[in-house]
């Protein structure tokens, strides 16, 4: 069972970024998807989440307005539209899945590895 996050890169500040994160080894339709980031030198912390049917979404209060999180069950993905990219923002970004409903680290059952994003300013 698989996770993997691609989509990072380098982008100027104000600029945007489509992550994406798909699923192997399982589905994940009935599973919570998140995304989580971690800057150097601080901790992992809760961007965004999705339950499974898309129909509700969560996102902490330093992205909303600013970044979408979004999935398609048929293609086992989840996606973290990211617009607006801040200095701020630059870390690396995980995704994550739990079939549980606590939206944090500790409830995630599976981790994907992440992946870069790098913010200009």
Known sequence: ?????FGGGLVQAGGSLRLSCGGSGRTFSSDYMTWFRQA?????EFVAGINWSGSMTYYA??????FTISRD??????YLQMNSLKPEDAA???????????LDSSGMKYWGKGTLVTVSS
């Not at 069972?1 to 996050?5: H, Y």
């Not at 069950?73 to 989840?78: D, H, I, R």
């Open 1 to 5: 069972v698989q996770l993997q996050a």
């Open 40 to 44: 150097p030198g601080k901790e992992r």
């Open 61 to 66: 209060d330093f992205v909303k307005g600013r």
């Open 73 to 78: 069950n048929a293609k086992n993905t989840a």
């Open 92 to 102: 690396v970004y995980y995704c994550a899945a739990t079939s549980g409903g606590r």
